[in-house]
């Protein structure tokens, strides 16, 4: 049971360029998220995920786009990469919502430049 | 807005007991969650408030009062391995984690 993994772990991306971050759980879970965590600032939901099929936008979802075509799997796509994007990017995952433990991947970093 | 407030940063020594605070404000609630997240690594869930009052488990304890939108953690037997941050989430009216900045645990020997 690996629970969330998340890939790469680390990143330069170039302005302008684009990258996907993948983000996979062997848990079963119907709900996933993306945050970012800046230094100093609390961790910011980017999007969430209630199933296969359904996303929705967060607090900060501006640069940014997802998928979920299958429970497993919710892929975080960069298209234009700014600097402001430099940050350390956690996926999660948890059963529900309600009282629902969110449980944590390792993280990538990334850095534009 | 939305707000959680938490110390930036606190010392305290190996084998005493800390208190890390956490007030909120936010537009609804449906719990709050403590995470502890040791540097470079994911946060890890530690405790989960609902209603008010104190949840025990071992060394850690959260309390919650809802009226006065304040939390703390309470760390007893401090170990050097307790040195990591500390995370204060609410659930809001949307179910979504509103987090604080964290707070900065360093144990000194």
């Known amino acids: 049971n690996a629970g969330v993994t998340q890939t790469p772990k680390f990143r330069i991306l170039k302005i302008g360029q684009s990258m996907t971050l993948q983000c996979t759980q062997d848990?079963?879970?119907?709900?996933m998220y993306w945050y970012r965590q800046d230094p100093g600032m609390g961790l910011k939901l980017i999007y969430y995920?209630?199933?296969?099929?359904?996303?929705d936008k967060g607090e900060v979802p501006n640069g940014y786009n997802v998928s979920r075509s299958t429970t497993e799997d919710f892929p975080l796509r960069l298209e234009l990469a700014a600097p402001s994007q430099t940050s350390v990017y956690f996926c999660?995952?948890?059963?529900?919502?309600?009282?629902?433990?969110?449980?944590f991947g390792p993280g990538t970093r990334l850095t534009v430049l | 807005g939305q707000n959680i407030d938490q110390p930036t940063e606190m010392t305290a020594t190996e084998g005493a007991i800390v208190q890390i605070n956490c007030t909120y404000q936010?537009?609804?609630?449906?719990?709050l969650f403590w995470y502890q997240q040791h540097a470079g690594e994911a946060p890890t869930f530690l405790s989960y408030?609902?209603l008010d009052g104190l949840e025990e488990k071992g060394r850690f304890s959260s309390f919650l009062s809802r009226s006065k939108g304040y939390s703390y953690l309470l760390l007893k037997e401090l170990q050097m391995k307790d040195s990591a941050s500390y995370l204060c989430?609410?659930?809001?009216?949307?179910?979504?984690?509103?987090w604080g900045a964290g707070t900065k645990l360093i144990i000194k020997p």
């Open positions: 995920s209630v199933g296969a099929g359904i996303t």
């Open positions: 989430a609410v659930q809001d009216s949307n179910y979504q984690l509103i």
């Open positions: 408030n609902v």
């Open positions: 936010t537009s609804g609630f449906n719990g």
């Open positions: 999660a995952s948890s059963p529900g919502r309600e009282a629902d433990t969110q449980y």
């Open positions: 848990m079963n879970h119907n709900y």
